[in-house]
């Protein structure tokens, strides 16, 4: 320990403990503790935790915050030897005491063991989750060198994560145990056509992201930076008739305290046929948590207690909670531009409907209901903003679609996009739920403007939940008409969404849940009827598979019930009505690749179907459920000129390395690496050579975002293109150096080659000809899909220049006396085009079934009177380690000719047919069908007839099968 810097340290507490005696403020303590492997002394004040004393005092950020209340496991940092909550830990009672962070794992630049396990085996994502997830397998392996599976998963228990599903995590900690143990060998690689698209590579941000270097929005400290919170509404349904901030705006520490009349009157949203979102709400509330003022102050605890100080006068109003509800004679209005508060209707008719109910053999009509989810990313929504003195405005935000908040900042604000740059730093997960500007971003940048100070806003756990944007609840209603021969004939759906009390994504997410049910199978007449219905709760918005899980689990479900009518096995019949390549749908959906009836083949033959399909005992159970899935949206959500996708890649002086800028952000899914892999495999470099920078709009060109599973179609064209043609640049160098045409040129391992055979030069050797005769070597590449869909309202939505398809089985375990569901076996066949990366591709499948699991089981959002209840990770239940099944992926054979290098999408693909197949493995295995989601305890005792219907509790709709 440095006796200097503990003087020093001793003298600054005993000058604020002397300050905090005259005000009557609480004392600082002197902490001493050694920090991985260093001693160090600093003051603290007795209430901070060991989290906040890492993160802000000794700037160990690799230490994460995900829910503040020792649910996710994120701050985890070993005490001792023994992994901990730092967040629950307060710092004084770790005083003497030895702490280990990420950032104490590697040593001399070398990873850890368990660190080079994770980046090796694809186990990181996001990220968000590693460095405490890492910790944890640490201090297991300290204490037990072989622990078995079981023993991994409950030591893991505590640490939860969003997008891996658990597989590979247990993998690299197996791994670390036996290093003995041979490479897994990833399904769909390819040793031909490619020398590295088709291979698995590390992802480039995994070591970053294993050590704690990664720097996400909420990492970031800027000089004189201030702490933004907001004060949202406590009533779901209120008039606000008087905002008092004058005692929050007396309050030392406090910089600016802004209200309704500080910021634009500028309505937004997401799509401009529905702007219909204020900044901070100016004469009324609409849901609890709905924003009424912001402040800017020194740190998290004084602008909490200006929060406090700011005096709200409100008129309650009655407010409406439940569909049925909402669409009342009479019910309350939130909108007056929304009359019966139908925020969207939509009525598509294709075919001949009615004409194919006549017709046919078999008609059923069922109902089902999907409820209210979250996404639930380890990272909640941050947004950071500076404003410099010649009035340019820098955020970084943890945002899906960084273009659309320049654009929505600049339309709102009345900024140039040009004098607005907006950063994307390390992502933790969003999957939909960050994929429009928020309050957030628009806050902290009036504050940042209005204190000359730069500006950090973080949502809390609780204060995700009430901003929303998850899962719309749902209730589906489908007539389906069919041949004996099990041959689809119509359908018709009528679908009611609960969209809470704004727009955001909801027109897009109202249509999809309807127009997507048109695939995978072949649908001759198709009819939709649909609603989207404001309540006075939380805006849903859009997530993974933005409204198609939901119908797709009811279709799914109707399908197996329509097999069991007409006797057909439930694969068959899904075979007989298979979507084929170059079919058009009947709302003209133009597919082009597809290998669904391959899939189909694929899963039945990997899952042991026949051989366990009705050979089951009681209480065990299988299920298919099938999914399609767009490769990006045909349209963007603001008519724009713009390209999709474009990107830059420039090679070095040298001809060495090749660094490509785009402007896709990637939030832990890894198209950083394979946008990488592809301009690698287009220049002949390795994938080494390549760097990327990306999602920064001062140097990377327009991405529309990660969103609609899009970034490999669309971003990875514009980096085709683009490297495409820098290659083409240097090409024309050599061939005036060899005085031959260019395009005589044969380019082929990494080297030009002339036309007689005798010449060859290497990709780095011609790059730094070009550059020297030419200066930089740069390409430039755009994608935009081509013109796609009809001409009827609502054409747009779900065109897509290429669609994935795949079929699912699920195997699960049902114990009758409890209730209990366990999903121990997930088997997934893929159509996605050219596998681009084994490793992402199975690890993206594998968080989708997971997720999706959890949806099937647990997870709900519950509001009792406009007020959710379970608002955090104690409450609400995302899946855990010991969660984890089995997951069996798998690819079948196939090229899409407008994809880059045939590729497709795969990532929300596998979220859609999840929900089914645990729903028709649970129906198999105890012979009656539960039809509202989730599949809980209680609702499937309730279909066996062991609580009684007037239990108290949610009920649950069956059917004997």
């Given at each position: 320990m440095n006796p200097e810097a503990t003087a020093a340290q001793e003298a600054a507490a005993a000058r604020r403990n002397a300050e905090a005696a005259r005000t009557g403020d609480v004392a600082d303590v002197l902490l001493r503790l050694r920090v991985n492997g260093r001693a160090l002394s600093v003051a603290v004040r007795p209430t901070a935790t060991l989290l906040s004393v890492l993160r802000d005092a000794l700037q160990l950020t690799g230490t994460k915050c995900g829910c503040g209340e020792g649910d996710c496991g994120a701050c985890t940092v070993l005490l001792d030897g023994e992994p901990v909550n730092s967040c629950l830990l307060l710092a004084a009672e770790a005083q003497d005491a030895e702490i280990t962070t990420i950032e104490g794992l590697s040593r001399n630049g070398a990873l850890h063991p368990i660190q080079q396990a994770f980046v090796e085996t694809g186990s990181i994502q996001c990220g968000f989750c590693s460095p405490g997830m890492i910790l944890a397998a640490k201090a297991l392996l300290d204490r037990n060198p072989d622990p078995s599976e079981e023993e991994i998963k409950n030591a893991l228990a505590g640490n939860l994560c969003r997008c891996t599903g658990y597989v590979r995590i247990i993998e690299a900690v197996r791994r670390v145990a036996h290093p003995e143990l041979p490479r897994r060998v990833e399904e769909g690689e390819s040793d031909d056509a490619f020398s590295v698209v088709g291979k698995s590579h590390p992802k480039k941000d995994a070591p970053d992201k294993a050590t704690g270097r990664a720097t996400y929005t909420g990492d970031i400290r800027l000089p004189g930076m201030l702490r933004g919170k907001l004060l949202g509404s406590p009533h779901p349904h209120a008039r606000v008739l008087s905002v008092d901030t004058s005692a929050a705006e007396a309050l030392p520490g406090v910089h600016a305290v802004i209200t309704a009349k500080d910021v634009p009157a500028t309505t937004y949203g997401v799509s401009p046929a529905r702007y219909d979102e204020q900044i901070l709400a100016s004469d009324r509330v609409r849901h609890v948590g709905d924003a009424i003022a912001a402040v800017a102050a020194v740190d998290d605890e004084t602008a909490e207690r200006a929060l406090e100080l700011i005096h709200v006068e409100y008129e309650i109003l009655p407010g409406v909670f439940g569909i049925e509800e909402a669409m009342a004679e009479g019910a309350p209005l939130l909108h007056d531009q929304y009359p019966g508060n139908i925020n969207t209707e939509i009525h598509h008719d294709f075919g001949d409907v009615e004409a194919a109910f006549a017709e046919a053999d078999l008609v059923r009509e069922d109902v089902f209901r999907g409820q209210r989810a979250m996404q639930m990313p380890l990272e909640p929504h941050v947004s950071l903003a500076r404003a410099d003195a010649d009035g340019r405005i820098t955020i970084w935000t943890a945002n899906q679609a960084p273009h659309y908040v320049q654009h929505q900042l600049s339309r709102v604000l009345e900024i140039p996009m040009g004098r607005i740059r907006v950063v994307k730093p390390a992502m933790g997960g969003g999957f939909g739920g960050k994929a429009e500007a928020t309050r957030l971003d628009f806050c902290s940048v009036i504050l940042a403007k209005k204190t000359g100070r730069p500006v950090l806003m973080e949502f809390s756990r609780r204060e995700t939940f009430l901003h929303g944007r998850g899962r719309h609840a749902q209730v589906i209603r489908l007539k389906t008409a069919a041949r004996k021969d099990g041959t689809l004939l119509a359908v018709h759906a009528e679908i009611l969404l609960d969209g809470g009390a704004y727009t955001s994504f909801g027109i897009i997410t109202a249509y999809y849940s309807g127009v997507m049910l048109t695939t995978p199978y072949r649908l001759p007449n198709f009819r939709f009827d649909g609603k989207r219905v404001c309540t006075n709760l939380p805006?849903?918005?859009?997530?993974?598979?933005?409204?198609?899980?939901?119908?797709?689990?009811?279709?799914?479900?109707?399908?197996?019930?329509?097999?069991?009518?007409?006797?057909?096995?439930?694969?068959?019949?899904?075979?007989?009505?298979?979507?084929?390549?170059?079919?058009?749908?009947?709302?003209?959906?133009?597919?082009?690749?597809?290998?669904?009836?391959?899939c189909l083949d694929l899963v039945e033959a990997r899952s042991g179907w026949k051989e366990k399909r009705g050979k089951l005992p009681f209480g065990k159970g299988i299920g298919i459920s099938c999914g399609c899935f767009i490769s990006g949206a045909g349209y963007p959500i603001y008519r724009s000129s713009f390209p999709h996708s474009s990107a830059i890649v420039r090679l070095s002086e040298d001809g060495s390395s090749a660094t490509v800028f785009a402007g896709a952000p990637d939030i832990g899914q890894g198209s950083d690496t394979v946008l990488c892999q592809m301009a690698a495999e287009e220049l002949g470099l390795k994938y080494e050579d390549v760097s990327i920078v990306s999602s920064d709009s001062?140097?990377?060109?327009?991405?529309?975002?990660?969103?609609?599973?899009?970034?490999?179609?669309?971003?990875?064209?514009?980096?085709?293109?683009?490297?495409?043609?820098?290659?083409?640049?240097?090409?024309?160098?050599?061939?005036?150096?060899?005085?031959?045409?260019?395009?005589?040129?044969?380019?082929?391992?990494?080297?030009?080659?002339?036309?007689?055979?005798?010449?060859?030069?290497?990709?780095?050797?011609?790059?730094?000809?070009?550059?020297?005769?030419?200066?930089?070597?740069?390409?430039?590449?755009?994608?935009?899909?081509?013109?796609?869909?009809?001409?009827?309202?609502?054409?747009?939505?779900?065109?897509?220049?290429?669609?994935?398809?795949?079929?699912?089985?699920?195997?699960?375990?049902?114990?009758?006396?409890?209730?209990?569901?366990?999903?121990?076996?997930?088997?997934?066949?893929?159509?996605?085009?050219?596998?681009?990366?084994?490793?992402?591709?199975?690890?993206?499948?594998?968080?989708?079934?997971?997720?999706?699991?959890?949806?099937?089981?647990?997870?709900?959002?519950?509001?009792k009177d406009g007020r959710i209840v379970n608002p955090n990770m104690h409450d609400y239940l995302i899946p855990t380690a010991p969660d984890a099944p089995r997951i069996h992926s798998f690819v079948v054979k196939s090229y899409d000719p407008g994809g880059p290098f045939g590729a497709k999408e795969v990532g929300e693909g596998a979220s859609l047919p999840v929900m089914g197949a645990v729903a028709n493995a649970v129906a198999n295995a105890i012979g009656v069908r539960i039809t509202e989601l989730p599949i809980t305890p209680e609702k499937v005792l309730r279909a066996l007839g062991k609580v009684p219907p007037n239990a108290e509790g949610p009920g649950t709709a069956v059917c004997r099968l």
């Amino acid at each position: 320990m440095n006796p200097e810097a503990t003087a020093a340290q001793e003298a600054a507490a005993a000058r604020r403990n002397a300050e905090a005696a005259r005000t009557g403020d609480v004392a600082d303590v002197l902490l001493r503790l050694r920090v991985n492997g260093r001693a160090l002394s600093v003051a603290v004040r007795p209430t901070a935790t060991l989290l906040s004393v890492l993160r802000d005092a000794l700037q160990l950020t690799g230490t994460k915050c995900g829910c503040g209340e020792g649910d996710c496991g994120a701050c985890t940092v070993l005490l001792d030897g023994e992994p901990v909550n730092s967040c629950l830990l307060l710092a004084a009672e770790a005083q003497d005491a030895e702490i280990t962070t990420i950032e104490g794992l590697s040593r001399n630049g070398a990873l850890h063991p368990i660190q080079q396990a994770f980046v090796e085996t694809g186990s990181i994502q996001c990220g968000f989750c590693s460095p405490g997830m890492i910790l944890a397998a640490k201090a297991l392996l300290d204490r037990n060198p072989d622990p078995s599976e079981e023993e991994i998963k409950n030591a893991l228990a505590g640490n939860l994560c969003r997008c891996t599903g658990y597989v590979r995590i247990i993998e690299a900690v197996r791994r670390v145990a036996h290093p003995e143990l041979p490479r897994r060998v990833e399904e769909g690689e390819s040793d031909d056509a490619f020398s590295v698209v088709g291979k698995s590579h590390p992802k480039k941000d995994a070591p970053d992201k294993a050590t704690g270097r990664a720097t996400y929005t909420g990492d970031i400290r800027l000089p004189g930076m201030l702490r933004g919170k907001l004060l949202g509404s406590p009533h779901p349904h209120a008039r606000v008739l008087s905002v008092d901030t004058s005692a929050a705006e007396a309050l030392p520490g406090v910089h600016a305290v802004i209200t309704a009349k500080d910021v634009p009157a500028t309505t937004y949203g997401v799509s401009p046929a529905r702007y219909d979102e204020q900044i901070l709400a100016s004469d009324r509330v609409r849901h609890v948590g709905d924003a009424i003022a912001a402040v800017a102050a020194v740190d998290d605890e004084t602008a909490e207690r200006a929060l406090e100080l700011i005096h709200v006068e409100y008129e309650i109003l009655p407010g409406v909670f439940g569909i049925e509800e909402a669409m009342a004679e009479g019910a309350p209005l939130l909108h007056d531009q929304y009359p019966g508060n139908i925020n969207t209707e939509i009525h598509h008719d294709f075919g001949d409907v009615e004409a194919a109910f006549a017709e046919a053999d078999l008609v059923r009509e069922d109902v089902f209901r999907g409820q209210r989810a979250m996404q639930m990313p380890l990272e909640p929504h941050v947004s950071l903003a500076r404003a410099d003195a010649d009035g340019r405005i820098t955020i970084w935000t943890a945002n899906q679609a960084p273009h659309y908040v320049q654009h929505q900042l600049s339309r709102v604000l009345e900024i140039p996009m040009g004098r607005i740059r907006v950063v994307k730093p390390a992502m933790g997960g969003g999957f939909g739920g960050k994929a429009e500007a928020t309050r957030l971003d628009f806050c902290s940048v009036i504050l940042a403007k209005k204190t000359g100070r730069p500006v950090l806003m973080e949502f809390s756990r609780r204060e995700t939940f009430l901003h929303g944007r998850g899962r719309h609840a749902q209730v589906i209603r489908l007539k389906t008409a069919a041949r004996k021969d099990g041959t689809l004939l119509a359908v018709h759906a009528e679908i009611l969404l609960d969209g809470g009390a704004y727009t955001s994504f909801g027109i897009i997410t109202a249509y999809y849940s309807g127009v997507m049910l048109t695939t995978p199978y072949r649908l001759p007449n198709f009819r939709f009827d649909g609603k989207r219905v404001c309540t006075n709760l939380p805006a849903c918005g859009a997530m993974r598979g933005n409204g198609t899980p939901q119908p797709r689990f009811a279709f799914e479900s109707q399908l197996d019930l329509i097999a069991a009518d007409l006797g057909i096995d439930p694969i068959e019949l899904r075979r007989r009505n298979a979507l084929r390549p170059n079919d058009v749908t009947a709302n003209d959906f133009k597919i082009t690749s597809c290998e669904f009836a391959p899939c189909l083949d694929l899963v039945e033959a990997r899952s042991g179907w026949k051989e366990k399909r009705g050979k089951l005992p009681f209480g065990k159970g299988i299920g298919i459920s099938c999914g399609c899935f767009i490769s990006g949206a045909g349209y963007p959500i603001y008519r724009s000129s713009f390209p999709h996708s474009s990107a830059i890649v420039r090679l070095s002086e040298d001809g060495s390395s090749a660094t490509v800028f785009a402007g896709a952000p990637d939030i832990g899914q890894g198209s950083d690496t394979v946008l990488c892999q592809m301009a690698a495999e287009e220049l002949g470099l390795k994938y080494e050579d390549v760097s990327i920078v990306s999602s920064d709009s001062a140097v990377t060109p327009t991405d529309l975002g990660a969103y609609a599973s899009r970034i490999t179609y669309f971003a990875g064209n514009a980096v085709h293109d683009a490297a495409a043609n820098a290659r083409r640049a240097v090409a024309e160098v050599v061939a005036e150096e060899w005085a031959v045409p260019a395009d005589a040129l044969v380019f082929r391992d990494g080297a030009f080659h002339a036309p007689d055979g005798g010449r060859r030069m290497a990709i780095q050797e011609a790059a730094a000809l070009a550059f020297g005769r030419r200066g930089p070597v740069v390409g430039k590449g755009e994608y935009s899909p081509p013109p796609l869909g009809g001409k009827f309202k609502g054409a747009a939505i779900g065109t897509s220049p290429a669609y994935s398809f795949c079929a699912q089985v699920a195997e699960v375990e049902v114990d009758t006396e409890t209730g209990t569901v366990r999903v121990t076996d997930f088997y997934d066949a893929h159509d996605c085009g050219t596998v681009i990366n084994p490793m992402t591709l199975h690890g993206q499948v594998e968080g989708s079934l997971v997720m999706g699991m959890g949806e099937s089981l647990w997870e709900e959002v519950v509001q009792k009177d406009g007020r959710i209840v379970n608002p955090n990770m104690h409450d609400y239940l995302i899946p855990t380690a010991p969660d984890a099944p089995r997951i069996h992926s798998f690819v079948v054979k196939s090229y899409d000719p407008g994809g880059p290098f045939g590729a497709k999408e795969v990532g929300e693909g596998a979220s859609l047919p999840v929900m089914g197949a645990v729903a028709n493995a649970v129906a198999n295995a105890i012979g009656v069908r539960i039809t509202e989601l989730p599949i809980t305890p209680e609702k499937v005792l309730r279909a066996l007839g062991k609580v009684p219907p007037n239990a108290e509790g949610p009920g649950t709709a069956v059917c004997r099968l």
